[in-house]
């Protein structure tokens, strides 16, 4: 759910999807179609527009706010915030130009892939939209002045005390991890996004490479 990293035209936050053109040459979005639902393809339909014209190696910002009436990037359907298809059709309403299975996000975080144009894809808990795939290891917003609130980790984290929770970017609760002089192994865990927290509610947000 979107409610501070990016607003459309309107200034209103809403969900949103970003194309990147990996070519060098422009292409239109325009008489494409995009579906939520793998059974009715034609779904959305983009009107031709000079508007949808993605420049070679750049982005654009597709707004799934189901209000068309604000203009060409805005489309008919919402996205579900417990994940969902994705799928993107060529004019004849037939032809799968691409399509992704989106897993369920926390509030303004992401999921794309792992640099512009890569294979795999991954989540991010500092969203780049309109701005290339690149996770960011230091995040401005400090906790007790002290710790990233956002860390990239692929082994360890830092964090205080000696035990803390382990909860996955759907909220579950994986268990508990003893630590010693505030280094956590994490290296059992999957790829992914989580949270760590301490018995007295002090949090870490990090993602395991």
Known sequence: MNTQTVSDEGGEFCSWIEVFNLSQTAFSLSTLYLSDDNLNLTKHRFPVSNNLLVNGAEHMMIWADGDTAQGPAHISFFLSPSGGWLFMSAPDGVTVVDSIQYPAMTIDE?????????????????????APNILSSVDNDLRDGRLPRHQVVSNRIHFYGSEVEIIDWAGRRIGTISGRDGVFDVSSLPSGSYIARTEDGKHLRFMKM
Do not use: K, L, Q, V
Not at 110 to 130: C, L, Q, V
């Open 110 to 130: 992401s999921y794309g892939r792992n640099g512009d144009g890569n294979a795999s894809w991954i989540m991010f808990p500092t969203p780049t939209p309109n």
